[in-house]
Nanobody, 123 residues
Framework: QVQLVESGGDSVQAGGSLRLSCAVS????????MGWFRQAPGKQREGVAA???????SYADSVKGRFTISQDNAKNTLYLQMNSLKPEDTAMYYC?????????????????WGQGTQVTVSS
């Protein structure tokens, strides 16, 4: 049984930083895309950052230069380092494990999802 458990969400002021973690179990690590998505109230879920099987990373334009995705293969853990946070980054953040390679910022590429961790950024 595949499980993804996120942690690290919090309330911070604009300009602050957070690091999200996602512990993954029951999944063949590094076989397909791994990614972070977010969803704000009243908005669609969007891909934030992803890492493909060759280690290449991709980011939404809105977070480029501020967010960094990484993984620890030994710990089966995915991370999202978020710096220079803005109020518009406020959302529920989800970790996801994929079923394909490529198109890693697209939600259809994923079939396993965590329960989410809330990030709130105040101005």
């Amino acid at each position: 049984q595949v499980q993804l458990v996120e942690s690290g969400g919090d309330s911070v002021q604009a300009g602050g930083s957070l690091r999200l973690s996602c512990a993954v179990s029951g999944y063949t690590w590094s076989s397909y895309c791994m990614g972070w998505f977010r969803q704000a109230p009243g908005k669609q879920r969007e891909g934030v950052a992803a890492i493909d099987t060759d280690g290449s990373t991709s980011y939404a334009d809105s977070v480029k230069g501020r967010f960094t995705i990484s993984q620890d293969n030994a710990k089966n853990t995915l991370y999202l380092q978020m710096n220079s946070l803005k109020p518009e980054d406020t959302a529920m953040y989800y970790c996801a494990a994929g079923r394909v390679r490529g198109y890693c910022l697209s939600a259809w590429a994923y079939n396993y999802w965590g329960q989410g961790t809330q990030v709130t950024v105040s101005s």
